[in-house]
């Protein structure tokens, strides 16, 4: 992974952070994408100690325009990315599919599903004409099976799903990868945003259990990143010890 370029959507937080963190330990040079141009400053601070290049890319994944242009204004020496990281993402709210707020809905679909499409078909063309690439989607347990509560997250994960196994079909004759990886309970902000900043609640989601962590998801992604050309790990389910499926966890 020395010297690889890796663009991660959603650095600022959680796997994301993670992801910054190892693949910058191994080498890689990275353009890491978040809203907070604080957070994002402060990371690439940190990250100084890998003595790796870091360029920052402030954009919200939703505003297609504001995208291009981010994207289009890569000077020439980074404009050639190997890694495609799309892992921003969030859910709002545990409502039922008939009594939720539509405009929030709206969120969560235009950054999880129309973010991450507005990434693939913005990157993945010069991927293509360089013939070298992969696409590393976060994915989720929640894209396979709907929970009470999780109705529209659930559907735009199934979705993250349907868009990996899509462009795979789409690029089997050329020699670029395509990943989807779907962890179960991850102890990010991600139960913190979903709740509204309600910590109290967020926390209680990991009451009882040793979640997965960030860093345990950007293993698995550097992984996959790592793997020999000829290998493909198309799908990967990783869950904590302590979960079964997206609905079954054992609690002490
Ligand atoms: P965090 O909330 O910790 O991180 C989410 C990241 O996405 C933040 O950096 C956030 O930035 C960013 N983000 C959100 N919306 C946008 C946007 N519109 N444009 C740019 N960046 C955005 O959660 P996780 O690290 O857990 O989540 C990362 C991914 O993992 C998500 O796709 C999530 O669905 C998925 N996932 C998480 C699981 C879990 O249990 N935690 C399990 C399975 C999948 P900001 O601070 O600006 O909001
Ligand atoms: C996040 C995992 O189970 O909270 O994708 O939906 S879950």
């Given at each position: ?5 890796v663009?991660i ?7 994301g952070?993670?992801c910054a ?6 080498g890689?040079r ?9 957070k994002l ?9 890998y003595?790796?290049?870091v360029?920052?890319?402030p954009?919200d ?12 204004s890569l000077?020439?020496a980074w404009r ?8 921003a993402?969030?859910?709002l709210?545990m409502?039922?599919e ?5 405009d929030?809905?709206d969120v ?7 973010g ?15 013939g070298?690439?992969?696409?590393i989607?976060i994915?989720s347990i929640?894209g396979?099976?709907?929970y009470a ?14 868009l990996?196994?899509g462009l795979?079909?789409d ?8 990943t989807?990886i779907?962890?179960?309970m991850v102890?990010t902000?991600?139960s ?9 609640k ?7 259990i040793q979640p997965?962590?960030g860093?345990?998801?950007a293993d698995?992604v550097?992984?996959?990143a790592?793997?020999?050309a000829h290998?493909?790990?198309a ?8 979960q079964?499926t997206g609905t ?5």
């Amino acid at each position: 992974m020395k010297d690889k370029l890796v663009l991660i959507t959603g650095a600022t937080s959680g796997i994301g952070e993670s992801c910054a963190r190892k693949f910058a330990a191994m080498g890689s040079r990275l353009i890491l994408n978040g809203r907070n141009v604080e957070k994002l400053k402060q990371l690439q601070h940190e990250l100084e100690a890998y003595d790796v290049p870091v360029w920052l890319l402030p954009f919200d994944v939703r505003d297609r325009d504001v995208v291009k242009q981010a994207l289009d204004s890569l000077p020439e020496a980074w404009r050639h990315i190997d890694i495609l990281i799309n892992n921003a993402g969030l859910v709002l709210g545990m409502d039922k599919e008939h009594e939720g707020d539509l405009d929030e809905w709206d969120v969560v679909i235009d950054t999880n599903v129309k973010g991450l499409l507005s990434m693939t078909r913005l990157v993945v063309p010069g991927m293509v004409a360089r013939g070298c690439g992969h696409i590393i989607n976060i994915g989720s347990i929640a894209g396979d099976v709907a929970y009470a509560g999780g109705s529209v997250y659930c559907a735009t994960k199934a979705a993250v799903k349907a868009l990996s196994d899509g462009l795979r079909i789409d690029l089997v004759d050329t020699p670029l990868r395509v990943t989807n990886i779907k962890p179960g309970m991850v102890e990010t902000n991600f139960s913190v945003v979903r709740f509204r900043g309600d910590q109290r609640k967020a926390d209680a989601v990991y009451a009882g259990i040793q979640p997965l962590t960030g860093d345990d998801i950007a293993d698995v992604v550097y992984y996959a990143a790592s793997a020999p050309a000829h290998v493909q790990i198309a799908e990967v389910l990783v869950v904590p010890t302590c979960q079964a499926t997206g609905t079954v966890c054992h609690r002490r």
